[in-house]
């Protein structure tokens, strides 16, 4: 059976962003709840971030999390990217990546950087093929960019 996805912009509220990320914790590297509060920074996007959200039969499915407050610098900060596991390889990753990419360049900003564990090496490789680049290295953390 194909799940029908439908892509939406800024329509989670902080129970389908908290339960998104609940349910997603095991597969952040390393955990989402050895790094954050999941309330608090469930709160934070919902409040502070655009979320480029992929849906199927009312489950928040996919998710990602940008910042676009620099406008001064015109560089958006990608917070974050999951999908439940179930829906793993279905494409959301990518086209969520994308909606994200045009709502930036859509607004005028010419770079979006993010933060990904250094050992995460499925997140980093995701970053490379839509061309992210090592900008620095930050303890344990690798900054990558894209300009756009």
Partial sequence: MTENIIYKVKTADFG????????CNEEFVP????KVDINTYSKKIVENSITFEAWVNDELAGLIAAYFNNTKDRIGYITNVSTLKI?????????LM?????YAAEHQFIEIALEVFNKNTAAIQLYKKFEFHQSAIKDDLIIMKKYL
């Fill in 16 to 23: 389908n962003v908290f339960s998104h990320l609940v349910k």
């Fill in 31 to 34: 955990r989402l709840t050895d």
């Fill in 87 to 95: 829906y793993g390889g279905k494409g959301i990753g990518s086209q």
């Fill in 98 to 102: 994308e909606m994200c990419f045009t």
